[in-house]
């Protein structure tokens, strides 16, 4: 995985237009703040031993589907050693005409968007802090929605959150990145 998020990041024509005319561009999204596949220093949890700045990543996106009345991004680790994954982010109902979400988004939303609670049981955005000495994979994926108003209670688990976010994508568009503590 790592290898194919450090080729992705390293092909300049993944802003292209779609090479054969009269097909739509794909669904794509990037964020600054990963150098060469991984985190940086500032997406990183500031509690629990690790020293980062628990901001959220820059992301921008463009190419959305015809149809998409609404976004939502996760960050998913898949490598926790509870055996089903930890969620650092879940934001959902990010407006349509929304292409981007500066750093540390998470701290001030574009109105209209919410966010659950994270693994660590706040809501809002939980940085990377794997255990030392191992790397871990996150993925962040960006669901383009059918409705502009995910029909989620306040108290939703991201769990939950995810599965209705599913029942409600036109697509995803997934970078997966990686966090290392030695």
């Known amino acids: ?43 990183g949890y500031n509690r629990l031993g690790c020293h980062g700045g628990n901001m959220s990543p820059e992301l921008i996106w463009k190419h959305a589907p015809g149809g998409t009345q609404s976004f939502a991004v996760t960050i998913f680790d898949t490598d926790a050693r509870n055996g089903t994954g930890f969620w650092h982010w879940v934001a959902y109902n990010i407006p349509a005409t929304v292409t981007q979400l500066p750093q540390n988004a998470a701290a001030h939303m574009p109105k209209g968007a919410l966010q659950t609670s994270n693994g ?3 809501v809002g ?17 960006l669901s383009a929605l059918d409705v502009a108003k995910l029909p989620l209670p306040k108290d939703a688990t991201p769990a939950h959150a995810n599965e209705i976010i599913g029942q409600h994508t036109l697509a995803n ?3 997966t990145v990686t966090a290392a503590r030695p």
């Open 125 to 141: 955005y939980g940085g990377p802090c794997p255990p030392k000495g191992e790397t871990h994979h996150y993925r962040i994926t």
């Open 1 to 43: 995985m790592k290898i194919l998020a450090v080729l992705l990041a390293l092909i300049p024509s993944a802003w292209a237009q779609p090479l054969l005319p009269g097909l739509a561009a794909p669904f794509q999204l990037q964020s600054p703040n990963t150098m060469l596949g991984q985190l940086t220093a500032p997406q």
């Open 173 to 175: 568009t997934v970078l």
């Open 120 to 122: 660590f049981g706040t």
